[in-house]
């Protein structure tokens, strides 16, 4: 029975319209409440310590608790608590915008601040469309974007997502968004060839492109990996091709680095580094801070810039927000960079990151493990309940939350995402920690597949 402090807490938590909320059930959550963290650690409100295998939400990239991150905002806020970024600029978010053009790859040299991912992607693909109205061609505002994507919560970026299960309640921009089938190699089937697969995806998204028509589409987005769609890989060679198409078309590549940015594949930026490619807008957020506060950002090349500049049209773009730039916001980004590079923490991903995922992949020994795949510091675990069964079980939507249950009580946090558990945890990770974060989970999904044999729940189908 939890504390009086924690029912209360719970209780009360009964009035926050959590993301995804599941209307039938409020009143009656009863929500793990988290305390407090430090290092890869956080603690709830009954002590329990728990190893936080997301990392948050893949964003607390340097850890919990850093009394550097504390000093540098607090600093901030006695310095300069806010000013507007319209027509006036602050010292922090000067300083950020230069660091963020040295940082990123190529001549994608301009920043445009945002509260966050979401906004950074709808801003991006608001900077798609104004181009073309800029360039007269008011007709080519179209967007591709793959199935199990996820770009973000506002009206755009949720447009650009392409998980199914979350297209059921809300509306949608569907007249401009269209969708391909994501480059999973698990579906792969045995009979093609790496290469061949990837070049069907590239054509899928060429055909896709000449259906909707090249004077049409604006824009491509895609996450390097697809990572809440499942930590989804694409063959080598995929974006590259990708990208090559859409320059061919002139459609802008627009890479969605709002997770894999800022060292989760041991680089500040994923696309040049990782998959080779430059492309036309990165946009990029939770990392750029450790999730300290929020921010985030769009990054646009110097040739678009250019290539608007020389139209003069005298167009000005009419996007942005109270807290664009937000001084404290940058300050903290600017810490956090500063101890990436102190700490030498993107060298320590890459050195780290074979490890984690050798030891993750242990798990495949589970019969209930169908897949484990990943890259860097972020991996997911796939389980399939039917595996090897001739009766179907009822529980592949439920087996994640009841592994996450498990472990939860061993002192592990997963993210379960139906029947996957993704795990992306803080970058600072060590070996032993990575031994407890595997053994905790492998134990977990043996305690959960027991429930499953004990509860006997097969589908009659
Ligand atoms: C790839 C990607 N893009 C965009 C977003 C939206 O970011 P935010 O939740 O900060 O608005 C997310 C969030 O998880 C994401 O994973």
């Known amino acids: 029975m939890a504390q009086p402090e924690t029912r209360s807490l719970q209780s009360d938590d009964n009035r926050f319209l959590h993301p995804w909320e599941d209307i039938d059930n409020i009143g009656q959550h009863r929500r793990t409440v988290v305390t407090e963290g430090e290092g890869v650690y956080i603690t709830d409100s009954e002590g329990n310590r728990l190893l936080d295998g997301p990392a948050g939400m893949w964003c607390v990239n340097i850890g919990h608790r850093r009394q550097e991150m ?177 320059r061919r078309y002139d459609i802008l590549y627009i890479s969605d680095e709002v997770v894999t940015a800022f060292g989760r594949l041991g680089h500040f930026f994923a696309s040049e580094e990782v998959f080779g490619i430059q492309p036309d807008i990165i946009t990029c957020a939770k990392g750029i801070t450790s999730g300290y506060v929020p921010l985030g950002a769009f990054l646009v090349s110097d040739r678009l810039i250019r290539e608007i500049q020389e139209v003069e049209s005298g167009a000005y773009f009419s996007n942005g927000f109270t807290y664009s730039g937000h001084p404290v916001a940058c ?6 960079i500063e101890i990436m590079e102190d700490e030498g923490i993107l060298e320590h991903v890459r050195e780290i990151a074979p490890y984690f995922q050798r030891q993750l992949r242990t798990l495949n020994e589970l019969p209930v493990v169908a897949d484990v795949r990943g890259v860097g510091l972020m991996a997911c675990v796939e389980c399939d309940i039917n595996r090897g069964r001739e009766q179907r079980l009822k529980l592949d939507y439920e087996i994640g939350n009841r592994i996450d249950k498990h472990c939860q009580k061993l002192g592990l946090l997963v993210r379960p995402i139906i029947n996957m558990c993704v795990m992306s945890p803080p970058l600072i990770i060590s070996r032993a920690q990575i031994d407890e974060m595997v053994n905790k989970l492998r134990q977990g999904i043996e305690l959960a597949m027991a429930d499953v044999e004990r509860d006997g729940l097969w589908e009659s189908d």
Not at 154 to 175: E, I, V
Not at 331 to 336: E, G, Q, V
Request: charged share 25%; hydrophobic share 40%.
């Open 70 to 246: 504390a000093d540098a905002i607090t600093d901030q806020i006695m310095q300069l608590t806010y000013v507007s970024p319209w027509s006036l600029t602050n010292a922090p978010a000067a300083r950020l915008a230069e660091k963020l053009a040295q940082l990123s790859p190529g001549d994608l040299n301009h920043v445009f601040f945002t509260t966050g991912g979401s906004t950074a992607v709808d801003s991006a693909l608001r900077f798609a469309m104004f181009r073309n109205n800029v360039l007269g061609r008011p007709e080519k505002k179209h967007v591709i974007a793959r199935n199990k994507g996820y770009h973000g919560s506002t009206y755009l970026s949720a447009s650009a997502s392409g998980k199914a299960r979350d297209k059921s309640f809300l509306d949608f921009k569907t007249d401009s968004f269209h969708h391909i089938s994501d480059p999973n190699l698990f579906d792969k089937p045995a009979e093609l060839s790496d290469q061949d697969w990837c070049a069907r995806k590239v054509a899928e998204l060429e055909d896709k492109i000449r259906e909707v028509g090249p004077d049409r589409v604006a824009a491509f987005i895609a996450e390097p990996i697809l990572a809440s769609g499942g930590v989804i890989l694409a063959p080598d060679g995929y974006h590259a091709a990708c990208l090559e198409v859409c």
């Open 331 to 336: 300050a903290a980004a600017l810490k956090n």
